[in-house]
């Protein structure tokens, strides 16, 4: 017992370890990078055994049963549809509502699959299969891990100003993870929002940020950020009672 409670949280912190090192190699490496391709199949093959094991492990060890498993299907398949209502259109982005909603009752385990499986799937069935899938799965994976970890406190007005405030952060740092990844391929080179491959943490990050600006994507990030706020206040209350009265009917558990 004692072994699974330590190896649960050292697995989620070694993927989202994984994850955030994916993003932020400008930031942590001197060398010149990578082809894209290469850098999202190194990305595939560090991702899904991580994926596959944190399943695994679960599922043998019996925090994931049946139960949650047949929950994570569902609520994966309805995200990947939803995501399917705007998707790429002026930053609205249709599904962190679901898996935030998801990983704050179910936990941070639960989140890190529905973010990366919600991605994928939805991928799958819209053929938005590419070099940038990798990126999407894990940067909504730490998406539901962070969901997963916030605060229950008792009145529900807190719940809900705590879960919308994280929609704000959620949505910025998806959108940052997003552009950075890929901002050494896309910003050229030789200008002040360049990568400069050898440059320190801070001048890089600055030189990100003026990209950010430039490109407007704190412009698409706001979009993003605006219509999960919105689709988190309006669906969040009914949401919370309903999933969490599912889970206790079913006895699921936390993981």
């Not at 004692?2 to 090192?21: E, I, K, T, Y």
Request: contains cysteine; charged residues 10%; positive net charge.
């Amino acid at each position: 017992m004692f072994s699974q409670l330590v190896l649960r949280p050292v697995l989620l912190g070694l993927a989202a370890m994984a994850c955030l090192m994916m993003f932020t190699w400008p930031l942590l490496i001197s060398t010149t990078a990578q082809s894209e391709s290469q850098l999202a199949q190194l990305t595939f093959i560090i991702l899904l055994p991580t994926v596959l094991i944190l399943t695994l492990h679960e599922f043998s060890t019996g925090n994931l049963d049946s139960r949650q498993l047949a929950m994570l299907g569902v609520l994966t398949a309805l995200n990947a549809l939803i995501r399917m209502l705007g998707a790429g259109v002026a930053g609205v982005e249709t599904s962190f509502f679901l898996i935030i909603i998801s990983a704050y009752v179910f936990g941070p385990g639960f989140g890190f699959l529905m973010g990366a499986l919600s991605l994928l799937v939805s991928g799958l069935i819209t053929g938005g299969i590419g070099p940038w899938l990798p990126f999407q799965m894990m940067a909504a994976a730490l998406v539901g891990i962070l969901a997963g970890l916030l605060p229950k406190p008792r009145l529900l007005w807190l719940q809900m100003a705590l879960l919308l405030g994280y929609a704000v952060f959620a949505s910025f740092s998806y959108g940052a993870l997003m552009t950075m990844w890929n901002w050494p391929f896309l910003a050229g080179l030789g200008s002040d929002v360049s990568y400069l491959p050898g440059a320190g943490i801070l001048e890089n990050l600055i030189r990100f940020v003026n990209y950010e600006i430039l490109t407007g994507g704190f412009v698409w990030d706001a979009g993003r950020a605006i219509t999960t706020v919105i689709l988190l206040a309006l669906t969040a209350p009914a949401l919370l009672t309903t999933l969490r009265r599912a889970a206790n009917r079913a006895g699921i558990k936390k993981f």
